[in-house]
């Protein structure tokens, strides 16, 4: 009986390290950003796809994935312990590149208010526009890119 206890302790031993190494695995270079509030139309274009679809609560934005807001919407999006950041109506951005070390929204048009925390020594958080990009270490700041390419950081 003894015997047993020690083989079944065993075995689940070896099953939860397969199951934790395989987590690593899959997540490892493969952050996700998650939709957490939604007020109106809002959509998203995933990587390396043409057709725009709407966007849920849940939802997990990876790198190049796009999401835009339409008139009177709005959305949150959360980079877990980074920060995170809300579209304001009319606005598009993507994720140029989100990794563990550095996350890069380019924002075509409209506004984006980042709230960034403390972020580690080698790490990077950054808003590219058409002409300019903002780059923080944890702080708030609104960046905005209106239709007639007039460029402003707050």
Known sequence: MARRNVILTALAMVLGALVLVAGCTTRAGKESATVTFIQGQVEVRLAGKADWKPAEIGMKLGQSDVIRTLENSKVDLSFGAKGGVRLEPNSQVGLAEY?????????????VLVTAEKLAKDSKFEVKTPTAVASITGTQFLVEVSPEEVKEVK
């Open 99 to 111: 990794t563990k070390d550095a996350t890069m929204l380019d924002l075509t048009v409209g506004k």
